[in-house]
Every structure is written in C-alpha cells, then in structure tokens.
C-alpha cells in the first residue's frame, strides 16, 4: 500500500510536466513549400493572426499539432471567418485562407485538468485506508 502511495507521488511532478509540454507544443509551424517538410519560414505563437503572404515568399501549409484549432479567414486580417480545422495534421492552405489564427482547443484542456484531478482524488482515497 506504501509502495502505491510512494508511485503515485512521484508520478504527479511527471503529469504536471507533461501538461506544461503540451501547452508549449502549441505553436503552429508555418511552411513555404505545401508539405510541411523542409521550408520552415516561421513559427507561429497561438492566438496570434498570421498573414500568409507577411513576408518575401507566401506560406503555403501549417502544421498544426494536437489540441489545437485554426480559424482560417478570407481577407489578410483575420476578420471574415472561414472554416476550422484541427490537429494533428499538416494543413495546405492553397486559395482557401489569405490569414490563420490558432489556439488551444478548451475541451484538451479541460481533459487534461480531469486526469490530473483523477490522480489527486486517487491520493486522497487511498490515504483513507492507511
């Protein structure tokens, strides 16, 4: 019953580490070519409106990671909405977007909240019976 105890402690710093990862992975890495491989022009912070023709070249795919929802929008300041797309996935933007605008799907965070609550409520139970 110890040994299960001294498992779960150490197990909570490994899940609030890995909820700190998964906020960090949420930036959308935007590409030149339509393939999200070797063209990486710029990373992409969530919540931020990007041009996709901002610089030099034009961004022609995102990659966006899982938890995350883009907003694609018709004109260059993100304010037409268009359609949402989620990831995983690599995304070719093509003529359907002129700006994007990403950000973390809320129902992930809130899945992630639970498990670690989940975890908590397993402590407590289990110290009932020491």
């Not at 919540?47 to 996709?52: L, P, Y």
């Not at 995304?91 to 809130?110: K, M, P, T, W």
Request: contains cysteine; glycine residues 6%.
């Amino acid at each position: 019953m110890v040994s299960l105890k001294l498992a779960a402690i150490l197990l909570i710093p490994s899940v609030i580490a890995g909820v700190v990862k998964r906020q960090d992975d949420s930036q959308i890495l935007a590409y030149l070519d339509g393939e999200c491989a070797d063209a990486l022009d710029h990373i992409v912070p969530p919540d931020v409106c990007d041009n996709r023709f901002s610089g030099n070249e034009e961004i022609n795919s995102i990659k966006i990671p899982e938890g995350v929802v883009c907003t694609l929008y018709a004109n260059y300041n993100c304010q037409r909405e268009g359609p949402k797309i989620s990831g995983p996935r690599c995304f070719e933007l093509g003529s359907s977007a002129d700006s994007y605008q990403c950000a973390r799907s809320h129902v992930n965070e809130i899945t992630h909240m639970m498990s670690f609550s989940e975890i908590t409520f397993f402590l407590y139970w289990d110290s009932l019976y020491i």
